[in-house]
């Protein structure tokens, strides 16, 4: 049963809820978190409202509640390249502890989102009392620099094809880590428009739909929604991604 029913949040610990979803302050003991959640603020943003934008001044920790951001960079041409996706225990503007650059990315709500927000003058406090955060702060920062030089590998070696069926593979290792290659009908949902995962991995989404089609007509996986799809012939798939 939730207990939480029946004992209203005020504003202070709604906001600890908020600071115990990520991972780089929820190993503090409770007493750490609320006096962390204390020097937060909540802030709400509408679907398509922009939470920062490049060249802003980086002053804040933004930590995802509720909702979905997505970071992006505008491209010479003026389109949109999606760099990542933002779920609730995410956090970004991270680069305001360790530099005074301005901000080189846009943040973007794309559904009603809840964040809350840290002033990286208190943040620098709470670093000095708890050094751990940092390590894991650095932790992020090896995995978000993982991820994007394999997304520089993949625009600069990959074909379409490839890059579709890599994705796909990263996704089924996320979702179902245990998954074997005999697996079949194996279900997968992306998290994002199919506009944005083109974006993401550097084609148009046109080029995106006819590759998903062709690979539903040789049978390797099968579309069952906007954003669902069965991936059929793992083993397929497979041989696409790492050939």
């Known amino acids: 049963m939730n207990q939480c029913r029946h004992q209203p949040l005020n504003g202070t610990s709604v906001k600890k809820l908020c600071i115990s979803l990520v991972p780089i302050f929820n190993h503090l003991q409770d007493d750490d978190m609320f006096e962390i959640a204390k020097t937060s603020q909540s802030k709400t943003y509408q679907k398509g409202e922009i939470i920062f934008e490049a060249g802003d ?3 804040y920790l933004y930590i995802v509640h509720k909702g979905q951001v997505k970071i992006y960079r505008l491209t010479e041409s003026g389109k949109d390249q999606l760099i990542r996706i933002m779920c609730p225990g995410d956090f970004m503007g991270e680069l305001s502890l360790f530099t005074k650059e301005s901000l080189t990315n846009y943040a973007e709500a794309m559904k009603q989102t809840e964040l809350c927000v840290i002033h990286k003058s208190d943040l620098r406090k709470i670093l000095l009392t708890k050094p751990e955060i940092s390590l894991k702060i650095l932790e992020v920062f090896s995995s978000r620099l993982d991820e ?8 600069h070696t990959q074909d379409a094809e490839k890059r ?21 009908a194996i279900e997968i949902t992306l998290p994002m428009s199919k506009r944005d995962l083109a974006s993401y991995i550097g084609m148009t989404q046109e080029t995106l739909s006819r590759r998903l089609s062709s690979f539903q007509e040789l049978g390797w996986i099968e ?21």
């Open 164 to 184: 579709i069926a890599s994705y796909l593979i990263d996704l089924v290792h996320k979702t179902h880590p245990k998954l074997s290659p005999e697996n079949k």
């Open 148 to 155: 994007a030089e394999k997304a520089i590998e993949r625009f």
């Open 223 to 243: 579309q069952t929604g906007q954003r669902k799809l069965n991936i059929m012939e793992l083993k397929m798939v497979m041989k696409i991604a790492t050939e």
């Open 57 to 59: 001044a980086s002053d």
